[in-house]
């Protein structure tokens, strides 16, 4: 368990709507946030996202929408942030690239490399693409396409700004194959690993020119040129929780040996966060905090196909929070696919989690529970088990569940590995739910063996508050609410958690 933790996601680029992808990030974050308040207080937890508002497509979607690029982003911020309300996402903060705590940072450590000489100005004759607003050497093309995008690209010649990535590249592999922990899951550390030990690292072009793309942070050095939008982007991470002296050295109570750092992406930004962002730490003499973790996720799918709005496959977050509710929605995104996998989405997959896990087995808990407390103590709750069990050796089965769920709940989330962690609570809500079928409690009650009755409410009710205290990181309004159905002593039962969906 660390002391400290500083989670963060990507900052979403505001060039269109939020998306699922966005969603399943954030909630994800959420979810570990929450957990490690639970753990570690409030205090030692910290949380970030945020938005990514400069470059090229914004500029471009600000034309075609006949506003200017500050008006266009405040606008598709609002949805982020109107978004991350509607699902329930618990962020300590949200960092905007536009904000002057940003901007004021990002020039702070162009200034700095600058003087290193780790920037220098060189001419660039190449491939660029314009919308993933990426330059590409001519051997890394083919039939004049975008190697990510497959879109058209074109030749220019400019002159620009370059960091020195080559200078780091020996440095970097031995710090990945030293720190086996930075990135995960091992599928992408070995993805990184090999792209550096089979690729000779070119230096990064991190500005454009004015009269090519004016919607930028202007180099501080060089106010004619504007600052290549995933370096500006990088930063963030550092701008939003701590700042640089008049030497240039950083501090942050979030950037500290003590501290565990998390950034959770998505595979397709493993390159920027596994090879730009250390490097760029390294080059300005910034501590890599020895907890710091780079972690990416897979993509969720429709039908194996990835989604894309040229496609018209986007699926709304907020469409299915509204149809499916909040907590569906996170519990089905964090349970259906391992993280770090690809999944495929359907609302047929969601209907099938709602039915199942929800209705008839949580949800069917705790009704089938407060019904009986009802029936059989007039609401009233046991204080205690009387000792006196009809199975002893099931009712310890069940207790000893209950005692060890929150170590294996960390365990799970300590390697991220959230459906794992939601069996783990599940397995509880299932032995509980068979020791209802097998104990026969209306046959306890017929007996009059009121004193096992008592022992097997008490028993059932202890179940379903760990099942909500351990749920709540990813499902906190259930949480909240079966909580409020139980009450202190006196039962609230209302309505089923999740009426079935026919």
């Not at 259906?336 to 359907?346: A, E, Q, W």
Request: glycine content about 4%.
């Amino acid at each position: 368990m660390p002391k400290k933790i500083y989670i963060t996601t990507p900052i979403y680029y505001v060039n269109s709507s939020p998306h699922i992808g966005h969603s399943y990030t954030n909630i994800a974050a959420d979810s570990l946030a929450r957990f490690y308040r639970q753990k570690l207080g409030e205090d030692n937890v910290w949380f970030l996202t945020g938005t990514d508002e400069h470059g090229q497509k914004i500029q471009k979607a600000a034309d075609e929408a006949k506003v200017t690029p500050q008006e266009f982003v405040d606008k598709i911020v609002s949805q982020f942030e109107g978004l991350w309300k509607d699902l329930n996402i618990s962020n300590n903060d949200f960092i905007r690239t536009t904000q002057a705590r940003h901007v004021n940072a990002v020039q702070k450590v162009l200034e700095i490399l600058y003087k290193k000489k780790d920037i220098f100005k060189s001419r660039y004759e190449g491939w660029y693409c314009a919308p993933c607003e990426t330059f590409w050497s001519e051997s890394q093309v083919t039939g004049q396409l975008c190697p990510d995008c497959k879109r058209k690209i074109d030749k220019i010649s400019e002159e620009n700004y370059f960091f020195r990535l080559s200078a780091y590249q020996a440095w970097l592999i031995e710090y990945i194959e030293k720190n086996s922990s930075f990135i995960g899951p091992d599928i992408r550390r070995n993805e990184v690993i090999s792209f550096l030990k089979n690729n000779q690292l070119t230096d990064l072009c991190i500005s454009r020119p004015k009269e090519r793309l004016n919607w930028g942070i202007p180099l501080p050095f060089a106010p004619d040129h504007v600052t290549y939008v995933w370096f500006d982007a990088l930063i963030n991470y550092i701008s939003a929780v701590g700042e640089f002296d008049e030497a240039g050295n950083y501090s942050s109570p979030w950037w500290q040996d003590d501290c565990t750092l998390l950034h959770l992406i998505g595979k397709d930004i493993l390159r920027q966060h596994c090879v730009y962002w250390p490097i760029m730490l390294k080059a300005l003499s910034i501590n890599i905090p020895k907890n710091m973790r780079v972690f990416a996720h897979g993509w969720w799918l429709i039908q194996d196909t990835k989604m894309s709005k040229s496609l018209g496959n986007v699926v709304s977050p907020l469409a299915m929070v509204r149809k499916y509710g909040i907590d569906t929605y996170r519990y089905f995104l964090l349970s259906d696919v391992p993280f770090g996998y690809d999944g495929n989405f359907s609302e047929e997959s969601i209907i099938k989690r709602f039915n199942g896990d929800l209705a008839n087995d949580l949800g069917n808990l705790v009704y089938r529970t407060l019904t009986m407390a009802e029936k059989y103590f007039d609401g009233n709750i046991p204080l205690k088990d009387t000792g006196k069990f009809q199975d002893a050796a099931k009712a310890r089965l069940i207790m000893d569940s209950i005692d060890n769920l929150d170590s294996l709940l960390e365990d799970k989330l300590s390697s991220l590995s959230f459906s794992s962690g939601l069996e783990s609570i599940w397995q509880l809500i299932n032995m509980a739910n068979k020791y209802v079928e097998e104990t026969k409690p209306w046959n306890l009650a017929k007996e009059n063996k009121i004193e096992e009755l008592k022992s097997f409410i008490y028993l059932l009710v202890r179940a379903i508050r760990k099942t909500a205290d351990c749920i709540y990181p990813f499902m906190p309004q259930t949480s909240q609410t079966i909580l409020e159905q139980l009450g202190t002593e006196k039962i609230k039962k209302g309505k089923p958690l999740f009426p079935r969906i026919l």
